[in-house]
């Protein structure tokens, strides 16, 4: 019987918010969301800024001292629940804001994580 740790991946999906179930994917170094037939685009034309949710940030945040920075600001409630992980071993927790006003909470791995910055540059 395998008694080891089992690494489990990031979801690489939005996880709260605007575009929960979309999936976060990239090819040729750019990142969008997808689910069924739409696409969203991560990238300097699209997303307002991003934020890496940390352990420091999730402390906080469920302590209550900045409920604003995470939580109220960017995906109220939803974003407190969501089971915030920050960052884990090449897993990122990152909350988008959208220029259009649209809000997102994304778990995504290193590579994801890495397009993402690239297209926000």
Same mark, same amino acid.
């Given at each position: 019987?395998?008694?080891?740790? =089992?690494? /489990? ?5 939005? =996880? ?10 990239? /090819? ?9 037939? %739409? ?7 699209? /997303?307002?800024?991003?934020? *890496? ?7 906080? %945040? ?7 920075? /995470?939580? #109220?600001?960017?995906? #109220?409630?939803?974003? *407190? ?7 884990? $071993? ?5 909350? =988008?804001?959208?220029?259009? #006003?649209? $809000? ?10 890495? %397009? =993402? ?5």
């Amino acid at each position: 019987m395998y008694q080891g740790v =089992i690494n /489990v991946g990031a979801k690489n999906k939005v =996880i709260a918010g605007d575009y929960e179930g979309f999936i976060v994917d990239s /090819v040729f170094g750019q990142a969008y969301f997808t689910k069924l037939f %739409a696409k969203i685009d991560l990238n300097k034309n699209n /997303v307002e800024s991003f934020e *890496l949710i940390t352990d420091e940030h999730r402390k906080s %945040a469920v302590s209550g001292i900045s409920r604003g920075l /995470v939580g #109220g600001v960017l995906l #109220g409630p939803v974003g *407190l629940l969501a089971g915030l992980t920050g960052k884990t $071993k090449d897993i990122y927790v990152l909350a =988008i804001m959208f220029k259009d #006003g649209k $809000k997102s909470l994304i778990e995504v791995d290193k590579k994801r994580y890495e %397009a =993402i910055m690239k297209g926000c540059f």
